[in-house]
């Protein structure tokens, strides 16, 4: 089938909610993708930090196809080890409490809303300015962008959204309010990382008020800042923590995973999904997790972001650049349009990357990505804008 033909069972099938490129994907391996026409692209994306692990990685494809084989589906009347396994690795990497498995970002931060309110019926939300925590209708609430929540109001009661200001949250958070959620660096918002004095500020009035501390790793997690966890670099300990996009090593995957105190808030009955933790998407993750978990690994995704970061800061064009390891945003000069520059990497280029607001642009290679790559992507970004 040739693009146009795909783009016309768009036009005539499919909800017209994203704007795709004129690409179609058929192949990728690692850094790399190739399109329908055999063309080679640098993946600076990663499917939008899902492929940490890269394109196909072995183990995760030897995984997945052993188990494919074996046993899909149960649900979560029975056990499968994939899945108690996983629950295991993902709380002995981070807060020891306990995992409920999801399918997606926006899940995993439904579960975590839902058990704030458990543990504090009737309790508030407060949540940050450029914060994004997904597209259902508790996230949706959760994420105070006008133009992504305007035409579905009414949302959810119970929100109330702060700027990113200690003395702005100290007003906000009170003995009414059931969790504080946020993520450490705000991914969608443009690359934006939270300060350590707010971070520090949320957990102590979370501290003082009852209330949970909860970060949306589901961009940062997974070793994409160069440790496993970003909350690990701020000095800050959350009460539960969401995590979704890397998880799976490119299936679909989520989870909350909490500390030892929120541990057992939830009671049967209270939550619950039909394909949540299927042993296949577990597999994958065991294998994901365990290649992200790799000290070797995190170390290089520090040094490399690094190196990434002063490359990008002497473009001619880039302004400003933000982020922590391979989370990375580049800030463009006033009348540089960091989305049409984003379609002409793309096109031009061969270099996948997107733009995060009019002069903001995201890069996420897999962690995998070498030294020469990164090279390679800043000279065709240089050769964009001569
Ligand atoms: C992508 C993202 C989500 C939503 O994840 P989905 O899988 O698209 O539902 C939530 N929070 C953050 C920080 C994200 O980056």
């Known amino acids: 089938m040739s693009l146009e033909q795909l783009r016309e069972l768009e036009r005539a099938y499919v909800v017209p909610t994203y704007v795709r490129n004129a690409v179609e994907f058929v192949r990728g391996e690692g850094v790399l993708l190739w399109d329908s026409e055999g063309n080679e692209y640098l993946d600076f994306l990663a499917g939008i930090s899902v492929l940490n692990v890269g394109h196909c ?21 029975y056990y499968t080890e994939p899945a108690m396994r996983l629950a295991k690795a993902l709380s002995e990497s981070s807060l020891r409490g306990k995992v409920f498995f999801v399918n997606s970002g926006a899940e995993a931060n439904e579960a975590a809303l839902k058990l704030a309110r458990r543990a504090k019926p009737g309790g508030e939300v407060v949540v940050l300015h450029d914060a994004f925590h997904g597209r259902t209708f508790g996230a949706l609430s959760a994420t105070p962008q006008e133009a992504k929540q305007a035409p ?12 990113k200001q200690p003395d702005a949250l100290a007003q906000a958070v009170g003995p009414q309010t059931a969790a504080v959620l946020l993520e450490p660096i705000q991914g969608e918002g443009g690359v934006l990382p939270l300060s350590e004095e707010l971070l520090s500020s949320a957990r102590e009035l979370c501290d003082r008020h009852g209330a949970a501390l909860i ?12 440790t ?30 909490t500390g030892p105190r929120l541990a057992d808030v939830f009671r049967a009955g209270d939550h619950g999904s039909t394909f949540a933790g299927g042993p296949l998407v577990c597999a994958a993750a065991l294998e994901a997790l365990s290649i992200c978990s790799d000290p070797q690994l995190l170390e290089r995704v520090a040094a490399l972001g690094e190196r990434f970061m002063h490359a990008l800061s002497e473009l001619p064009f880039v302004t400003a650049v933000r982020g922590r390891g391979l989370l990375v945003g580049a800030e463009c000069a006033a009348g540089v349009s960091a989305v049409e520059l984003a379609r002409r990497a793309l096109h031009e280029q061969r270099l996948v990357i997107n733009a995060t607001g009019p002069t903001s642009l995201r890069l996420e290679p897999p962690l995998i990505v070498t030294e020469a790559q990164i090279d390679e992507a800043v000279e065709r970004l240089r050769r964009l804008v001569p």
């Open 57 to 77: 990685h072995p183990r995760v494809v030897a995984a997945v196809r052993e188990q494919v084989g074996r046993l899909t589906h149960t649900s979560n009347l």
């Open 215 to 226: 970060f949306d790793e589901v961009q940062t997690g997974m070793g994409r800042t160069g």
């Open 152 to 163: 579905f109001a009414p949302l959810v009661p119970g929100f109330v959204a702060v700027p």
């Open 228 to 257: 496993l966890w970003a909350y690990e670099q701020t000095g800050v300990v959350p009460d539960a923590l969401t995590t979704a996009k890397a998880l799976g090593g490119g299936l679909p995957i989520g989870a909350l995973v």
